[in-house]
């Protein structure tokens, strides 16, 4: 993907938020009001908020007679470095604090401290996990998918706004980029788009420990890519060959860019003695006519022999049309991905309904359609189209004996993605279930167990459509469309009436354990 890319002619934008006078002219790119914009950005995630930490766990809270000093700081810690002898690690630590301080710890205050290092050392793998997952429509280079073998990583402490950042440190031997991916994404021909990121870091320094004011940190960069068969242009001058991108670093004193165009992170931009506050890049540029795609790169070029010790971070990327300057004509949409196959949440049989859910599409507004098909053998027997805006599905009045197929598709703005490859469900015929034909909750366990909502499925229910009467405690309970709702956890007894036809009554009778 990468050697694709640039084989792309680019458009390097520079934009200069230090000293006018270093370039000695004005940059109309950097104006001193911020335009006014509409709609939202066309780059996607541009917070880098996904993926979410979801599952991070909370960070253990410290007893209050463990030393601060020895709190676990990388996930390779460990309690002991020798468990059978109980030596080194941080219990030494511990046990050299102790003596500095004349304390001396209990069996029990080790034993509570080792439980807390152990899930402080948890903690802290689960974070670094999150802070090397790539972000969703990003791609990181020199690393591939995680951003284990370089300098970038996620952050969450005080993000700019919600809860991530990116975060890149000095010193680097290659250029490190991060970049729109799978897709270029479409823009307006002659429209004018505000690009914008906010950043905070300290000074950068030579190896010798010299501010490096000047030098650059980061660079973005916008390859512009024509409509088939047509040349880019600018005020009327024809950029490239058409049907080709349009190389172009938008230096000073060049023809189509009178004014510059510079778009340079560099060192006077950071304060040392600010370096928690977060400041705004950002820069008008216009896509040029018959522009049809544009691909996004934030650039970190190599420094091993210029910067060192530096710390910089950025968030909440941005390229939104500014109000007033929108261009001439609607970009064509993008087309979703082709989703993965939904999958179906654990149950205990399959005869009548079952819960399906799938991964999210990376474009926001997503839609889903399920295509569900009855099958006998090769036989096609009907085909329904199911819509959602979430990301599962409760598939109910499945029929017994039957195959399945379910293929999903996202629609965003009114393009479909294409389907995904089906999922296959065979629902069990009435009358094979070894207990016999009596109908039974199968969310009802051997033990009795349930839970406190149970919902309402039944096997060898042959008439779906029959009267069902609830009695919890020997009080008649209405259900919750399919839920049934315990007053409380603990025992309880259920006895089901049900009326299938005049000559097919069943009356069953549970005592459950609701959890």
Known sequence: MI????????LALALLLGSVSLWGQVNRNRPTTRPET?????????????????????????????????????PDDVFYEDEEEKEGGIYEKIIEYGEEHGIEYSDEQIARFKAYVDAYVAYLKALQAFEKARPMGWWLYPSHSTTSSNQFART??????????????????????????????????????????????????????????????????????????????LEGKELAPAGKSWVDAREAGKEHAKDGFFNQLIGMDLRGSEM??????????????????????????????DIANYLLEFDDISMTVIKGAEGEDEPSKPKPN???????????????????????????????????VQKRGKNVLSTKTLTTDKTSFFLEGLE??????VRLRALVDGVYSEYSLPLTLETQGL?????????????????????????????????????????????????????????????????????????????????VTVK
Not at 3 to 10: E, G, L, S, V
Not at 160 to 188: K, N
Not at 458 to 486: H, S, W
């Open 38 to 74: 509409v709609g939202a950005s066309i780059l996607p995630n541009g917070g880098l908020e996904d993926p979410a930490p979801s599952t991070l766990p909370p960070m253990p809270s410290r007893p209050s007679d463990y030393p601060e000093e020895c709190i676990p700081r990388t």
């Open 3 to 10: 050697q694709i890319r640039f084989r792309y002619a680019t």
């Open 156 to 233: 969450f402490s005080e993000a700019h706004s919600g809860r991530a950042a990116m975060r890149i440190s000095g010193y680097f031997s290659v250029d490190h980029q991060i970049y729109t991916y799978p897709d270029p994404l479409p823009v307006r021909q002659k429209a004018k788009y505000l690009v914008s990121y906010w950043y905070r870091g300290n000074l950068p320094k030579s190896d010798e420990g010299a501010n490096r004011l000047a030098a650059k940190l980061a660079v973005v960069r916008i390859t512009w890519i024509p409509k088939a068969g047509k040349a880019l242009k």
């Open 276 to 305: 928690k506050t977060w400041r705004e890049k950002y820069m008008v540029v216009e896509a040029p006519e018959n522009a049809e795609k544009m691909t996004f790169e934030l650039v970190f070029p190599r420094n091993e022999s």
């Open 431 to 511: 009358g094979e279930f070894p207990g016999g034909q009596i109908p039974f909750l199968y969310w009802i366990a051997e033990d009795g167990s349930c839970p406190q909502r149970l919902p309402l499925h039944y096997m060898e229910l042959q008439n779906p459509e029959a009267k069902c009467l609830y009695y919890i405690d020997d009080v008649l309970t209405e259900p919750e469309g399919r839920i049934l709702v315990f007053p409380s956890t603990g025992e309880h007894s259920l006895r089901v009436q049900i009326v299938e036809a005049p000559e097919r009554t069943w009356e069953l009778e549970y005592l």
């Open 338 to 372: 082709v989703l993965a196959p939904p999958t179906r949440l654990p149950q205990p049989y399959l005869q009548r309904e079952c819960n399906l859910t799938w991964t999210a599409s990376e474009l926001q507004g997503a839609t889903y359609e399920l295509e569900l």
């Open 400 to 405: 017994p004996g039957y195959t399945y197929t």
